[in-house]
C-alpha cells in the first residue's frame, strides 16, 4: 500500500497563500492524485484532482483561486492556494487512485492530513 504525506499547513488571514504537498511512497505515475479537505461539524470534500495526462478538476468553491500540479519523477502533488478564505479552513488530505496491473483495479491510498486555518 502507498503511504501519503501531506505537509504545508498552517495558519494564514484571509486573502494569503499556502502551499500543501503529498510526498508519495512510490511511484504515482499510474495515479490519478487527489485533495479533499474536511471542515469541523462537515463531511469531507473533493478540492482537486490531477490525472495522469496532467488534466484537472476543482471544485467550483476554488476555481481561480488554488492549483493543483504533479511530479512524477519526485513522487508527490501539490496544491497551491492562494486568496484563501475563511471557509476554505479545514483538514486537508491526498488522494492517490492507481490503478494495479496485477489486481486489474485501482487502490486507493489516504494521508494523514495536514491542518489549515483562515483567520478573517
Known amino acids: 500500500q502507498m503511504h501519503l504525506t501531506e505537509s504545508g499547513g498552517g495558519s494564514v488571514q484571509a486573502g494569503g497563500s499556502l502551499r500543501l504537498s503529498c510526498r508519495a511512497s512510490s511511484t504515482i505515475a499510474p495515479c490519478r492524485v487527489g485533495w479533499h479537505r474536511q471542515a469541523p461539524g462537515k463531511g469531507r470534500e473533493v478540492v482537486a484532482f490531477?490525472?495522469?495526462?496532467?488534466?484537472?478538476l476543482y471544485a467550483e468553491s476554488v476555481k481561480g483561486r488554488f492549483i493543483i500540479s504533479r511530479n512524477d519523477v519526485e513522487n508527490k502533488a501539490s496544491l497551491q492556494m492562494t486568496n484563501l478564505k475563511p471557509e476554505d479552513a479545514g483538514m486537508y488530505y491526498c488522494e492517490a487512485d492507481c490503478w494495479s496491473s496485477a489486481t486489474q483495479r485501482a487502490i486507493s491510498s489516504w494521508g494523514q492530513g495536514t491542518q489549515v486555518s483562515v483567520s478573517p
Open positions: 490531477i490525472g495522469g495526462d496532467r488534466s484537472t
